[in-house]
């Protein structure tokens, strides 16, 4: 389950003792500045800025923001995809996927490796946006290992 985030992976019954307790939670808004353009703030919050430094947060987010942003973008090959999947009955879905569930898809793995490059080893996980509505960025904290 590589897209999935940790409040949704299964747990078998033998990693209930190794799965590490949460101790808060980190919840990153919408900047609503340019409209209603799915688009996160770069600020990092007070709660983690001694996990991880301001530069390498706000790349990730900019990250995300452009995938989001490319995903709601208005282009000709995205309208004639839609006129596409119209004329087909929607059948046309059952071939390939449209243009945002790929961007979707790929925001997806883009926190995943981001979470097992940056994140983890510093006691946080990324949750998906797409998991909390693209309302916010929940920013899961884990109790960091003193060894």
């Given at each position: 389950?590589?897209?999935?985030?940790?409040?949704?992976?299964?747990?078998?019954?033998?990693?209930?003792?190794?799965?590490?307790?949460?101790?808060?939670?980190?919840?990153?808004?919408?900047?609503?500045?340019?409209?209603?353009?799915?688009?996160?703030?770069?600020?990092?919050?007070?709660?983690?800025?001694?996990?991880?430094?301001?530069?390498?947060?706000?790349?990730?987010?900019?990250?995300?923001?452009?995938?989001?942003?490319?995903?709601?973008?208005?282009?000709?090959?995205?309208?004639?995809?839609?006129?596409?999947?119209?004329?087909?009955?929607y059948l046309a879905l059952l071939c390939v996927k449209s243009?945002?569930?790929?961007?979707?898809?790929?925001?997806?793995?883009?926190?995943?490796?981001?979470?097992?490059?940056?994140?983890?080893?510093?006691g946080l996980v990324l949750v998906d946006p797409f998991e909390r509505g693209l309302r916010v960025i929940?920013?899961?904290?884990?109790?960091?290992?003193?060894?």
């Amino acid at each position: 389950m590589a897209g999935a985030s940790y409040a949704a992976q299964p747990m078998a019954m033998e990693n209930i003792q190794r799965q590490p307790v949460p101790i808060g939670k980190v919840f990153i808004q919408r900047d609503y500045s340019d409209g209603m353009k799915v688009k996160f703030q770069t600020k990092l919050p007070l709660e983690i800025n001694d996990r991880i430094d301001q530069r390498m947060f706000e790349t990730t987010v900019i990250r995300l923001n452009e995938i989001y942003g490319d995903a709601e973008a208005l282009k000709a090959r995205i309208f004639c995809e839609g006129c596409l999947i119209c004329l087909t009955g929607y059948l046309a879905l059952l071939c390939v996927k449209s243009h945002y569930e790929r961007k979707v898809k790929e925001a997806a793995r883009y926190i995943q490796s981001q979470n097992d490059e940056v994140y983890a080893p510093r006691g946080l996980v990324l949750v998906d946006p797409f998991e909390r509505g693209l309302r916010v960025i929940e920013i899961v904290i884990l109790p960091q290992d003193r060894g």
